[in-house]
């Protein structure tokens, strides 16, 4: 009898020294998470309830804030372009970035350079990926001398142009963003049993009605995934905009990230800037709980 308290005793100590252990490799990144992420969404939801401008006395102001918001025509616009932007991303990075997965999955030859190829955009430097399609953008650069050659006279001026602004980043962001979800995909496919595929071709599928009747539907919780993060960066938009147009030409490229950044730290309107934050938070929110009800249902 006491053989067995001893031992009780023994995996008891063990398990509390395993569970300190957790907590303190837990602890760095829950630390980090309260001072940088907790406490800035609780401090911005107070302040968004304020006239806050870091300069004068603070006053509580109530819904004013976020009732001057969709009377704010230039949040319209920001807001109005974030889902723009998102419409005309989203779709095309996932589909792309599923298409080339497939490719690259299939035994190609120098499959494993193409991977390399397709994914140097993800990784290489923002700053330096706008610089090189600036160039290209440029009004004598390469796409236009591309169009010329083509036979096209009225060539637009990309980046200076309100009807084609919003379009030229919108391109730069699914060139850069296939790679990440190539990736994603090429993952989700080494999952998918070879099985299937074996009796796809003794009932006699070719290449595209297997794409269309086992690859995608066995890919349906990578899609989804792939699909709610890609949103959410969507909708996080902020340096490629910033550093391409800054916004412009007018308010054509204007997104809410930007417009945020521009109340808070260009008009010092720190309390209006966090009640368009509590709304960016908000439309996140959503999608995330969407995303984790969607995946309760098929893990059911």
Known sequence: MSKTNNKTKRDHAITRRNRLHAYLFLAPNFIGFVIFTLVPV????AYSFTNYDGNTKM????LSNYAKLFNDSS???????TL???IGTVPFVIILALLVSVLMNSGVK???VYRAIMLFPHIASII???VVWRFLYAEKGPINAMLTALGFTDLPIWLSNKNTA?????IMIIWKGIGYYMITYLAGLKGIPTSLYEAATMDGANARQKLIYVTIPQLRPVTFYATIMCIINSFQVFTPVYVMTGGGPGRATSVLVLKIYEDAFTNFKFGYASAEAMVLFLMILIVTLYQYYHNKKLEA
Do not use: D, E, H
């Not at 006053?59 to 109530?62: I, L």
């Open 128 to 130: 330096a990926v706008v």
């Open 166 to 170: 919003l379009g030229a980043v919108m």
């Open 84 to 86: 723009i932007y998102t």
């Open 59 to 62: 006053s509580f102001v109530g």
């Open 75 to 81: 949040f319209i616009i920001a807001l109005r372009n």
């Open 110 to 112: 120098g499959s494993a």
């Open 42 to 45: 609780v401090m911005a939801l």
